[in-house]
């Protein structure tokens, strides 16, 4: 993953998180950075990224999924929200993360269940109630449909950060570490099967070795200590583990979204 990405979401949450007085006067008092938004295309490692920041700066993480909160009994869901900023609170210095976020904080439009709106709703105020505080949380939001979230949710978290498809040297270290404990064929090195991947996410990486190590092992007659992976093992794996296809719409989405905060910035 790009250096310059981790820095980034390290530098946002650390400063919220760890210099809170710093944001109790002046211009920062009523405008303290409360959450960020990560996007980019499934599989680009945005989970792995915040349990890293957190684990690395000794934040707790506080991980919830739309369906954890999306109760069917009316009124449940509110509660559950409710619950997990406080629980935030308490568990301070703590990021709240929330995976797949267009799908609870998706745009309002007319017509829709209010069970829905009500939901959003009780967690931007939620949200607006840790802009005082020094036990407030951060919140860091992932989603692969960022033009989907609600305007409300996107003034609320300033700070937005592309996690684009890994470049063929950031795959040679993705694979580098997955296959650290296999041995390879002289017939592939990982530049090379680096440069057979691309598009390929850190999760499509994983499930190709993942694969290869299975096709090798279906191979050998008798169990060894060490298997050895050739090029043979990868071109079949590669075979049944494709890149993710994200869609050229999907595709233009975050591209557009993230021309529209360039511009943005450059007219700040």
């Known amino acids: 993953m790009d250096r310059r990405v981790i820095d980034k979401v390290e530098h946002v949450t650390s400063l919220g998180l760890t210099r809170p007085k710093a944001f109790s006067h002046g211009v920062l008092k009523n405008n303290k950075v ?3 938004i990560l996007y980019g295309p499934p599989g680009t490692g945005k989970t792995l990224l915040v ?3 957190a684990k690395e700066a000794g934040f707790n993480m506080l991980s919830i999924s739309t369906s954890e909160v999306w109760q069917k009994c009316h009124g449940d869901d509110e509660k559950m ?3 997990i900023f406080s629980m935030a609170r308490k568990m301070y210095p703590s990021i709240v993360f929330l995976d797949e976020a267009d799908a609870m904080l998706g745009e309002r439009k007319a017509g829709e269940k209010r069970h829905l709106r ?3 709703n009780k967690f931007l105020m939620e949200w607006d109630g840790i802009t005082s505080g020094a036990d407030s949380p951060f919140i860091l ?3 692969n449909r960022p033009n989907d ?3 409300a949710v996107l003034r609320r978290a300033p700070v937005r950060v592309h996690l684009n498809l890994p470049s063929v040297g950031e795959r040679s270290g993705i694979l580098g570490l997955l296959l650290r404990d296999e041995r390879l064929g002289g017939d592939i090195t990982i530049p090379t099967l680096a440069n057979l991947t691309p598009q390929y996410t850190g999760s499509d990486l994983k499930n190709l070795c993942v694969t290869a190590a299975t096709e090798c092992v279906a191979e050998q007659v008798v169990d060894t200590e060490r298997r050895v992976l050739g090029r043979r ?3 079949r794996a590669m075979e ?3 890149a993710t296809a994200i869609g050229r719409t999907r595709e233009l989405d975050l591209e557009n979204f993230q021309n529209n905060r360039q511009e943005q910035a450059e007219g700040e």
């Open 233 to 235: 093992h990868f071109i």
């Open 34 to 36: 409360t959450g960020a």
């Open 149 to 151: 979230l609600d305007p």
């Open 118 to 120: 009500a939901m959003l």
């Open 81 to 83: 929200i409710k619950a």
């Open 141 to 143: 939001l992932a989603t």
């Open 240 to 242: 049944s583990i494709k």
């Open 51 to 53: 349990r890293g920041v």
